[in-house]
């Protein structure tokens, strides 16, 4: 996601990635930085590769579901403030009904949290009847809503 900052609205980047550890490009480095809100020095991890490209960076693993959630959340905030609407589904029509577990909800987001952000791999359930990880047969199966 695309922000500028309040301030000196310098144009910057966040997104969430699963980079498998052999897949990733370039190396990464621990780089002492200073922190303009904390007026600070920290040491961050920066990415060799996207900094010959883009400058700064800075990566953080994401070790634990908690952190995902979090991170996710902190996305959404951004997303929802400046009114964009998301709908990202890998070619995953946007409107079927389906029940979904605790552990297949990334986020709650929206007004009184009233929506959900699901994991890419969650479960599809009708009525109690389990039908399966969302796939296109699947959703062909579940109940569909305007």
Known sequence: ???RSPEKRRLHFHGIFYIPEN????????VSDYNTKTHTMQII??????????????FKPLNVKQEVYDSARYLMKYIEKSG?????????????RSDV??????????????????????????????VGKVS???ISQMPKCN
């Open 84 to 96: 964009e609407k998301l709908v990202f589904s890998r070619n995953i029509p946007t409107y079927f």
């Open 136 to 138: 296109p047969e699947v």
């Open 1 to 3: 996601m695309w922000e």
């Open 101 to 130: 577990m605790d552990e297949d909800v990334l986020c709650t987001m929206g007004l009184n949290d009233g929506k959900l952000l699901l994991a890419d791999d969650f479960t599809c359930w009708d009525e109690g009847c389990l």
């Open 23 to 30: 897949a990733i490009t370039g190396q990464l480095e621990e």
């Open 45 to 58: 991890k920066q990415n060799s590769y996207f900094k010959e490209r883009f400058g700064r960076n800075d």
